[in-house]
């Protein structure tokens, strides 16, 4: 099995990987602000629950795919930025008011779960970051391969629960003291829809 040393290399490098600037961090960042830490808390189990269905794709052989066919990786790329386009949209429309009390609401919390696993699936390149990294930790002296890139997929799960957890907390105290204005409301608003159209033409214009 993998050991000790090696998890604890990986999972201080899955830290910091999970610290740097990208569209997962951003989305859990702007979402907490607007929205509250719940709702970026349940984002975050959305993205990572998106990463499990990477970490098994990649442990079965299926993220290969991706990275030899051209014709795939695009089609799952354009879904991601036209449904980051949509949340821009929403985003642009939204008023003060519908900013207001979504925090507690059941529906309201199972969307923004569902928005995070769609989110995170529908950039190819996680899985193609997955079938890079990953491997790098295994070795079939070890025993099975299979076996250890989904531990490791696992491991870089939590860590990445840990950090985006923190950040939702951070976003959703300093989204607690600007919800207090309704124009600040709009503002946060209008600046996740910006950040929403330029993760879409990123994710567009990634190249394999």
């Not at 930790?137 to 939590?158: C, H, K, N, T």
């Amino acid at each position: 099995m993998i050991p000790i040393s090696v998890l604890a290399v990986f999972f201080s490098t899955s830290i910091l990987l999970a610290l740097a600037p990208g569209p997962d961090n951003i989305f859990v960042l702007t979402q907490a602000a607007i929205r509250g830490r719940l709702a970026g808390l349940v984002i975050t189990l959305g993205l990572c629950t998106g990463l499990v269905v990477h970490t098994f794709a990649v442990a079965s052989g299926i993220a290969a795919i991706f990275q030899v066919s051209a014709i795939a990786f695009a089609a799952l790329k354009l879904v991601g930025a036209a449904y980051l386009l949509y949340l821009a949209f929403g985003a642009f429309r939204a008023s003060a008011t519908d900013l207001t009390g979504v925090d507690n609401s059941g529906t309201s919390l199972s969307q923004l779960y569902r928005r995070g696993i769609i989110m995170n699936i529908t950039n190819p390149k996680v899985s193609i970051f997955f079938l890079a990294f990953l491997p790098q930790f295994a070795d079939p002296y070890r025993g099975s391969l299979m076996l250890q890139i989904v531990i490791l997929g696992f491991v870089f799960i939590v860590s990445a629960i840990l950090v985006f957890g923190a950040i939702s907390v951070f976003a959703g105290f300093l989204g607690d003291r600007l919800k207090r204005s309704s124009k600040a409301q709009i503002v946060m608003s209008r600046i996740a829809g910006t950040v929403y159209v330029a993760l879409a033409l990123k994710l567009a214009a990634a190249e394999m």
